[in-house]
């Protein structure tokens, strides 16, 4: 069983920076592409972003793009979300979660993931 734990949400004011981190169990997080979701109060989950395996690919949601960046650290089993300037609207619970091997291509649908962590409040204040 693959265990995800977020840390690292908290209030920030508007244009200020946050840094998530995702620490995974087990032997295998370097084989597989690791993704990062939000949901805020009565929306749907959305995709954030995206790195494969390896962390030599990414992908962002046009929303974050140019501010946000996805890294991942194999060797310590963790994967990182900077999030700098941020807006209020992006306030909501930020979610890890392990998607397809890397074998498979990278996706932006939550339902390709198929472990997820407990997710950590990211509150931007106007």
């Known amino acids: 069983q693959v265990q995800l734990v977020e840390s690292g949400g908290g209030l920030v004011q508007a244009g200020g920076s946050l840094r998530l981190s995702c620490a995974a169990s087990?032997?295998?997080?370097?084989?597989?592409?690791m993704g990062w979701f939000r949901q805020a109060p009565e929306n749907e989950r959305e995709f954030v972003a995206t790195i494969s395996f390896s962390g030599g690919t990414t992908y962002y949601a046009d929303s974050v793009k140019g501010r946000f960046t996805i890294s991942r650290d194999n060797a310590k089993n963790t994967v990182y979300l900077q999030m700098n300037n941020l807006k209020p609207e992006d306030t909501a619970v930020y979610y890890c979660?392990?998607?397809?091997?890397?074998?498979?291509?990278?996706?932006?649908?939550?339902?390709?993931?198929?472990?997820w962590g407990q997710g950590t409040q990211v509150t931007v204040s106007s």
């Open positions: 087990g032997r295998t997080f370097s084989m597989y592409h």
């Open positions: 979660a392990r998607g397809p091997g890397y074998s498979g291509a990278l996706s932006s649908a939550p339902a390709s993931y198929n472990y």
